[in-house]
């Protein structure tokens, strides 16, 4: 289980299923989505508003040295003021 989903489910989020002509007919091909790192913040910020009123509409991604995400600071509330706040800060970082 990752964030409360089932292994198929997270298959839909994170792989396509396409039909391919190769030397020996159409076969289905399993192939992962372009942008994985997106999709990881899509998944959590909408299983996060499935539970909160409010969460700010994208994240804070944090990198390490070498420009690789490492996390993404989403903020949940039911606090509307809360999430305005918590956006400001978000979008000027």
Not at 47 to 67: A, H, Q
């Amino acid at each position: 289980m990752f964030f409360g989903l089932s292994p198929g489910e997270i298959k839909q989020y994170f792989y396509r299923y396409e039909s391919e002509n190769t030397l020996f007919g159409e076969q289905e091909v399993i192939k992962k989505i372009m942008k994985p790192i997106e999709a990881i913040a899509d998944v959590y910020i909408s299983r996060l508003r499935s539970i909160w009123n409010y969460v700010t509409d994208r994240p804070l991604i944090l990198d390490n040295s070498k420009g690789v995400p490492l996390f993404h600071l989403v903020f949940a509330s039911n606090n509307v003021n809360a999430v305005k706040i918590a956006g400001d800060i978000i979008n000027t970082v």
